[in-house]
């Protein structure tokens, strides 16, 4: 294209404009790319490549025959536009109730399961490896989700508490998030969990983080989140739903495989630890009698 930077809706209309007259190849890729844009900014090209059933060289051709230089270029407004949220809540809801509910159960729970092998594509064994190292090293692990990503932060203090209990939700006290954050320690970390847009507190949280020296393992839709730019390591997980609202549940199957692998790591002691948690919950009454 011209020297300026082309936004994400130029973009699209620009390959809707030039569909008609790629070959059957290049129009193969040019529709995953109109139909897929968080996967476009989330995974690598060789994984774009498998599922659209072309060649990692297709995207390659496809970014010059749409007049950029490179395929760098060409994923930069799907980058932006996933890390900016520009499209509001308000207008997806519109759109989702004009087209009706026949599909859209099958389709949410289709495009869940995308999600879930995306994370799996995009999070190699030495991220993970690197991530369960931070926090088998910490002597306290605070974890920060808010608003729809307390859910699977929530979730993953409650399963680390099983076989360790060093690990605490941050902010799990309302107006107390500044006091537990001046508290940190340098041998503690951090997990912190987000999605554009990105929730305020995050910002202290990273904030607070940088200051103290403590580790941060992020979770997160982009490398570019920002949360993510100050992580030692970063996993990530897309949001794509065709609901009103992004999807969480990749960011849920990840803490669950998180806290599965560091259980795993900590061998025949951290078991027996969740063998004597499941004890005492079962004395405490915990569970309804079947």
């Given amino acids: 294209m011209d020297g300026r930077e082309a936004g994400f809706d130029e973009v699209q209309g620009r390959i809707l404009a030039d569909l008609p ?51 760098a270029a060409l994923r930069k407004p799907f980058e932006d536009r996933l890390r900016s949220g520009n499209a509001p809540f308000a207008a997806k809801a519109d759109a989702l109730v004009k087209r009706g509910a026949e599909a859209i159960f099958a389709e949410s729970l289709r495009t869940i399961s995308a999600n879930l092998t995306a994370a799996e594509a995009v999070n190699g064994g030495d991220e993970i490896a690197k991530a369960c190292a931070i926090l088998e090293r910490a002597q306290r692990i605070r974890v920060a989700g808010f608003r729809s990503c307390r859910a699977p932060a929530h979730a993953f ?86 609901s009103f609202f992004p999807s969480v549940a990749a960011a849920m199957a990840i803490v669950e495989a998180l806290a599965a692998t560091m259980l795993a790591r900590s061998g025949p002691a951290a078991a027996e630890r969740v063998r004597e948690t499941e004890l005492e919950l079962q004395a405490f009454g915990a569970y309804l009698a079947e």
Avoid at 44 to 60: C, G
Avoid at 161 to 179: K, N, P, Q, Y
């Fill in 21 to 71: 007259e790629l070959s059957s190849e290049l129009r193969k890729a040019a529709r995953f790319l109109v139909d897929h844009p968080d996967e476009v900014a989330l995974v690598s090209m060789r994984v774009l490549a498998s599922r659209s059933e072309v060649t990692p060289t297709t995207f390659v051709r496809l970014a010059r025959r749409l007049g950029f230089a490179d395929w």
């Fill in 157 to 242: 203090v409650y399963l680390c508490r099983m076989f360790r209990r060093d690990i605490t939700l941050l902010g799990g006290d309302s107006g107390a998030l500044e006091a537990e954050l001046a508290a940190l320690g340098k041998r503690e970390a951090i997990v912190a969990i987000g999605f554009s847009p990105y929730s305020r507190e995050l910002g202290p949280v990273v904030e607070a983080a940088r200051r103290h020296g403590v580790p941060i393992v992020a979770i997160a839709d982009s490398m570019a989140a920002p949360v993510a730019r100050h992580a030692e390591v970063t996993l990530r997980f897309s949001t794509d739903s065709p």
